[in-house]
T-cell receptor
Framework: DGGITQSPKYLFRKEGQNVTLSCEQNLNHDAMYWYRQDPGQGLRLIYYSQIVNDFQKGDIAEGYSVSREKKESFPLTVTSAQKNPTAFYLC????????????FGPGTRLTVL | AQSVSQHNHHVILSEAASLELGCNYSYGGTVNLFWYVQYPGQHLQLLLKYFSGDPLVKGIKGFEAEFIKSKFSFNLRKPSVQWSDTAEYFCAVNVYSGAGSYQLTFGKGTKLSVIP
C-alpha cells in the first residue's frame, strides 16, 4: 500500500519539551514538505527538502528543525522555542518539479499542555 | 511574496445547488494552480490542477475550474452539489522560489456544508 504515513495521529507534550513528528513515504518521491494547519489559516509551509541531505526554510520555520538523511523519511522536530506549537501538522511529498502534485499524509495533531 | 485569497470562509448550500468558490492570487509570473479538498477525517487530496493549455480544467467528482489570467483568478465550480461534497476546499499556487525550488502557497480554505 503506497503512500505517506505520519505517526502518531495524536501527540501530547508538556510545554518546554522538544517533540519529533515522523513522516515516511514509499512513493520514491524526491521532495518532501512539512506544513502547519491552523483553523481559518490554511496550510503554511514550515520546511521542505528537494533532495536527500538538503532542506530549506519555508514561511514559518522559526522554532522547528528537520533532517533528511534518507529519501523516504523527513522528521520534524518542534522545539521549545516554538511559541505556539499546538496545531495540526501535515507532511507531503512530490516528484519535485513545479508541475508535480503534492501528496499528503493523514497528519499529526500536536497538543502542548 | 505571493498570496492566495479565498473569498468565502464558509459556504452553506442545499443539495443540487450550484457551487462557485472564488480564488485569487497575487503573482505576475507563470503560475501553476491547484484545488485541494479535505473531506472530514480524510487526507488532503488533489481535486484538479492547471499548468498550461485550456484554461477550463476538469477534475474529479464533477468539479471544474477556470483560469482567468487577466483577473488572476482560478475559481472552482460544480453545477450540482451533493451532501458528500461537504468538505474544506483549498486553492494553492505553485511559484518559483529560487535555487531551482518551487513553493506551494495555500489560501485559507473555504468550508462547504451541503444540506440534504
Amino acid at each position: 500500500d503506497g503512500g505517506i504515513t505520519q505517526s502518531p495521529k495524536y501527540l501530547f507534550r508538556k510545554e518546554g519539551q522538544n517533540v519529533t513528528l515522523s513522516c515516511e513515504q514509499n512513493l520514491n518521491h524526491d521532495a518532501m514538505y512539512w506544513y502547519r494547519q491552523d483553523p481559518g489559516q490554511g496550510l503554511r509551509l514550515i520546511y521542505y527538502s528537494q533532495i536527500v541531505n538538503d532542506f530549506q526554510k519555508g514561511d514559518i520555520a522559526e522554532g522547528y528543525s528537520v533532517s533528511r538523511e534518507k529519501k523516504e523519511s523527513f522528521p520534524l522536530t518542534v522545539t521549545s522555542a516554538q511559541k505556539n506549537p499546538t496545531a495540526f501538522y501535515l507532511c507531503a511529498s512530490s516528484m519535485g518539479g513545479h508541475t508535480d502534485t503534492q501528496y499528503f499524509g493523514p497528519g499529526t495533531r500536536l497538543t502542548v499542555l | 511574496a505571493q498570496s492566495v485569497s479565498q473569498h468565502n470562509h464558509h459556504v452553506i448550500l442545499s443539495e443540487a445547488a450550484s457551487l462557485e468558490l472564488g480564488c485569487n492570487y497575487s503573482y505576475g509570473g507563470t503560475v501553476n494552480l491547484f484545488w485541494y479538498v479535505q473531506y472530514p477525517g480524510q487526507h488532503l487530496q488533489l481535486l484538479l490542477k492547471y499548468f498550461s493549455g485550456d484554461p477550463l480544467v476538469k477534475g474529479i467528482k464533477g468539479f471544474e475550474a477556470e483560469f482567468i489570467k487577466s483577473k488572476f483568478s482560478f475559481n472552482l465550480r460544480k453545477p450540482s452539489v451533493q451532501w458528500s461534497d461537504t468538505a474544506e476546499y483549498f486553492c494553492a499556487v505553485n511559484v518559483y522560489s529560487g535555487a531551482g525550488s518551487y513553493q506551494l502557497t495555500f489560501g485559507k480554505g473555504t468550508k462547504l456544508s451541503v444540506i440534504p
